[in-house]
């Protein structure tokens, strides 16, 4: 038909040029023009008809809104290589190119003038000389990583590149107006698009539930499985009490070996093996996974020492300066990442995710600064004045003569000094503060949505602010965890997933449903009241239903709350909008929107 068009057109502008050699000017024109400017879409229409992989598609689209466009993502990508080599280089150089007993002044080396930095660093020669061969290997291993590396920065620009030709033909959004565009509008002209280009062949329009599905397929698994306790991420460990521990490492290995690597239960993005769904083969499959988690920490121990190297170095390089000029860095805290997957609600993308807890953070801080032990204060304080009073005698001394500081250790003290006037000031509380732990809790509650029911009333305890201390982090806590992770990882794959294995397959079985245009999903991403709703939350779930197949913490309530407020324009299926209804009208939870923000307050403040 497109054939036939195009020849169509043509033929209307030969006759009529036709008309006008043969001095017929006072004729109307065919209207041929409109049917020129109709085919010119038609063509590029093509380009984004049936893509194949969409999942990887709309979560580029994503992170091409969210990381401000094609300059920047690129820019991005090459400053994390020219950084991977800096840290390598930089590293070498400090460990075998710096005569350090010439720069520390431990040999004799001449008196007529002071040590530059060419007499402290060997020469090129001198340098090479000094690689042994751990180094060597290690270098080796570092630029092997390095080229893998820049193949996926190349095909990545690549993709990026594919992505703003989408932007720009597609959605017609500039890299001038990009900034300016909520992802909310991004979303509006993509479900626009699927209408017109069929980016999807298997459904017509696409729903704002499908294109969160997709970009969010594996972390609302994710999220499914640390909610229903599958994945062992909470210890109780003798002599400290409970711990969660979900490094980035960890995490990584994790969705490595469950959603898609070379042997996770995916066949594809988007679709579960079939071998999974059946249950004759569920002991077969938990030996198998639970083979594949111990070899996976067998290769996690045998890169420890190069894993724990470069966290080393990284954590130096990045941390280092921050720490010397702001001291108290580490003393602050930062959501952790288990709190970043117990929080977040199901289909809950990551800036609005970020968003809420960023509006609970001053909250949080505030109630976890409310807890101090007097005596401790009192210390504090007296520490503070005794540290204070020599670093302001010393920096009297240097303002007077600048020579004070060549003096031996005097810059170390001055250094010293200042970090333990700082670490004590944040052990002493602040004048004229009232303290409401119980008001706070319910503040923070508002934004965080997640609380253990167990905490109602008892806010001001400690061990209240222990189990929220799990969720919201020491800084410093956060990088030992981090520095200790190439440690620990090993073992517990080895030991702690392994043993899951079977109710992870169970999982898996039990909680995917397929999606006509988006294949199989967690089913408690449905966020289908009547199947995984609590009946303490005012929902009537089904017949059979049992705690099993319940969220916890009323997870699929607010997530379903959470996704109609957010997406205002969604049509949730009959039994969720019965839900919807029920909330708004008689206020089992109270909710309450304002300036385009989710606040939620449970049972908890009834």
Not at 40 to 58: A, Q, T, Y
Not at 101 to 114: C, E, G, I, P
Not at 139 to 154: E, G, H, T
Not at 380 to 389: D, E, M, T
């Amino acid at each position: 038909m497109a054939g036939f068009q195009r020849q169509k057109d043509y033929n209307s502008i030969g006759s009529y040029y036709e008309d006008k050699q043969d001095n017929t000017m006072d004729a109307e024109p065919p209207q041929f023009e409109t049917e020129m400017i109709h085919m010119v879409p038609e063509r590029s229409n093509s380009r984004w008809n049936h893509i194949e992989n969409l999942d990887d598609f709309f979560t580029r689209v994503y992170q091409y809104h969210q990381r401000s466009g094609f300059m920047c993502m690129v820019a991005e990508e090459i400053f994390q290589l020219v950084q991977f080599i800096f840290v390598v280089v930089f590293s070498s150089f400090l460990l075998k190119c710096v005569n350090y007993d010439v720069l520390f002044a431990n040999v004799y080396y001449n008196t007529t003038h002071k040590v530059t930095i060419e007499e402290a660093v060997y020469s090129t020669d001198q340098c090479l000389d000094r690689f042994d061969f751990t180094l060597i290997v290690c270098l080796i291993i570092a630029s092997v990583f390095w080229l893998l590396r820049l193949v996926k920065v190349i095909y990545n620009v690549f993709k990026y590149s594919e992505i703003r030709s989408f932007f720009l033909s597609a959605l017609n959004i500039s890299a001038v107006d990009l900034p300016n565009m909520t992802w909310h509008e991004v979303q509006r002209r993509l479900l626009e698009v699927q209408k017109e280009q069929q980016m999807c062949v298997h459904k017509s329009e696409l729903t704002e539930l499908d294109i969160y599905h997709r970009i969010l397929r594996f972390k609302n698994y994710f999220i499914a499985m640390v909610n229903k306790d599958v994945l062992p991420v909470k210890y109780n460990v003798p002599l400290i009490g409970p711990c969660a521990f979900l490094s980035t490492g960890l995490k990584y290995n994790l969705e490595l070996i469950l959603f898609w690597g070379p042997w996770s239960p995916f066949q594809n993005n988007w679709h579960l093996r079939d071998d999974y769904k059946n249950t004759n083969r569920r002991k077969q499959l938990g030996q198998e996974l639970s083979t594949r988690f111990f070899w996976h920490g067998i290769a996690n121990l045998f890169l420890l020492p190069v894993i724990f190297l470069w966290q080393i170095l990284y954590f130096f390089f990045r941390y280092g300066e921050l720490i010397k000029r702001q001291p108290g860095a580490l003393g602050a805290r930062r959501w952790s990442n288990y709190s970043r997957n117990y929080l977040r609600h199901f289909n809950e993308v990551d800036h609005e995710f970020d968003a809420r807890l960023s509006r609970a953070y001053s909250l949080s801080n505030h109630y976890m600064n409310i807890f101090t032990t007097p005596i401790l204060v009192i210390i504090a304080k007296n520490i503070a004045f005794f540290a204070g009073s020599v670093l302001a005698v010393l920096v009297v001394l240097t303002v007077i003569d600048e020579d004070v500081l060549s003096v031996q250790h005097m810059l170390t003290t001055m250094t010293v000094a200042g970090v333990i006037v700082t670490v004590c000031s944040s052990l002493i509380p602040e004048e004229h503060t009232v303290h409401c732990p119980e008001r706070l809790m319910k503040n923070i509650l508002a934004h965080i949505h997640y609380m253990p029911e167990q905490w109602k009333g008892v806010a001001h305890t400690y061990k209240v602010r222990d189990e929220f201390s799990l969720l919201f982090q020491y800084k410093a806590s956060y990088l030992i965890e981090e520095l200790l992770s190439p440690i620990i990882t090993p073992f517990l794959l080895c030991f702690c997933f392994s043993q899951r294995s079977l109710a992870i397959v169970d999982f898996f079985r039990n909680f995917t449903v397929q999606v006509v245009g988006v294949g199989d999903v967690c089913s408690f991403a449905q966020m289908d009241v009547k199947k995984h709703g609590n009946p303490e939350w005012g929902t009537e779930t089904q017949p059979d239903s049992d705690q099993y197949h319940q969220a916890e913490d009323g997870k699929t309530e607010l997530s379903l709350m959470h996704f109609h407020l957010t997406n205002p324009e969604w049509k949730p299926p009959n039994n969720c909008s019965l839900f919807i209804n029920n909330v708004k009208e008689n206020g089992k939870l109270y909710f309450q929107l304002n300036n385009s923000q989710f606040h939620v307050r449970m049972k908890y403040v009834k």
